[in-house]
């Protein structure tokens, strides 16, 4: 498990996981004192700790992402 942090959410943390060769968010520690957290900003996070890791090209080849 890997943990973020965003400049977007500073007062939550995220938890990834590993799913077969790129990681997906897990849970998220979510404070009230940040925005509530999108569908959009989940993915948003995912690209970024993906790429952060070297995983950018598995995450973007991912299975539900195919047509």
């Given at each position: 498990m890997v943990r973020g942090y965003f400049d977007k959410f500073p007062f939550s943390?995220?938890?990834?996981?590993?799913?077969?060769s790129y990681y997906i968010v897990y849970m998220v520690d979510w404070s009230e004192s940040d925005p509530v957290i999108s569908k959009g900003d989940r993915e948003?996070?995912?690209?970024l700790i993906n790429c952060e890791l070297g995983r950018g090209k598995e995450y973007q080849q991912r299975k539900s992402r195919k047509g």
């Amino acid at each position: 498990m890997v943990r973020g942090y965003f400049d977007k959410f500073p007062f939550s943390t995220v938890y990834f996981r590993r799913i077969r060769s790129y990681y997906i968010v897990y849970m998220v520690d979510w404070s009230e004192s940040d925005p509530v957290i999108s569908k959009g900003d989940r993915e948003e996070m995912q690209q970024l700790i993906n790429c952060e890791l070297g995983r950018g090209k598995e995450y973007q080849q991912r299975k539900s992402r195919k047509g």
